[in-house]
T-cell receptor, first 109, second 117 residues
Framework: GQNIDQPTEMTATEGAIVQINCTYQ??????LFWYQQHAGEAPTFLSY????GLEEKGRFSSFLSRSKGYSYLLLKELQMKDSASYLC??????????FGKGTSLLVTP | DARVTQTPRHKVTEMGQEVTMRCQPI?????VFWYRQTMMQGLELLAY????????DSGMPKDRFSAEMPDATLATLKIQPSEPRDSAVYFC???????????????FGSGTQLSVL
């Protein structure tokens, strides 16, 4: 089975940096994904990590430590449109993604 | 612009009625997933198919739920009879597995918002 934990809610200020953490326990590991989901919409892919380290993609970066079962998503230069839910998901030995419950991020002016 | 298409977008029904949700995966994708999302449980995997064959439906209540892929362009999720606790958003997602890389992402449809009264 899998256990994926992330904070329920976070608040940050426009222009700031925010880090959303995710810890997981899994039997078999084949990659960690971050998805963004705006209210009433479908989840959309943000990033993928399978090796330890940092992956940078514009204002968003994602980090993975497999030995610690830990990942974070870093959002820089926050914009109001970044207010959304951020979902951490783990792919184990199968192909399906198993999701955490998501972190609802509110960006304030 | 390739995308996963789900119908209906919204469904309100009464307890005991049959509900059928449909999904058209992205053309060429060989793997289709059904997820259910609620505030309490988040996104839960119900079932998935590869090349139209069911690979895992362990997340699905078998007594009332059934999932099928009649052909490569259509996946269905049926609830019979429906109950109020089935109220949720049901997402379909598709992907292309077996390309030798683990970074194949899933693409989600817009979901079906189901309310069972």
């Amino acid at each position: 089975g899998q256990n994926i934990d992330q904070p329920t809610e976070m608040t940050a200020t426009e222009g700031a940096i925010v880090q959303i953490n995710c810890t997981y326990q899994t039997s078999g590991f084949n990659g960690l994904f971050w998805y963004q989901q705006h209210a009433g919409e479908a989840p959309t892919f943000l990033s993928y990590n399978v090796l330890d380290g940092l992956e940078e993609k514009g204002r968003f970066s994602s980090f993975l430590s497999r030995s610690k079962g830990y990942s974070y998503l870093l959002l820089k230069e926050l914009q109001m449109k970044d207010s959304a839910s951020y979902l951490c998901a783990v792919r184990n030995s199968g192909y399906a993604l198993n999701f955490g419950k998501g972190t609802s991020l509110l960006v304030t002016p | 612009d390739a995308r996963v298409t789900q119908t209906p977008r919204h469904k309100v029904t009464e307890m005991g009625q049959e509900v059928t949700m449909r999904c058209q995966p992205i053309l060429g994708h060989n793997t289709v997933f059904w997820y259910r999302q609620t505030m309490m449980q988040g996104l839960e995997l119900l079932a998935y198919f590869r090349n139209r064959a069911p690979l895992d439906d362990s997340g699905m209540p078998k007594d009332r739920f059934s999932a099928e892929m009649p052909d490569a362009t259509l996946a269905t999720l049926k609830i019979q009879p429906s109950e109020p606790r089935d109220s949720a958003v049901y997402f379909c997602a598709s992907g292309l597995a077996g390309q030798g890389a683990s970074n194949e992402k899933l693409f989600f449809g817009s979901g079906t918002q189901l309310s069972v009264l």
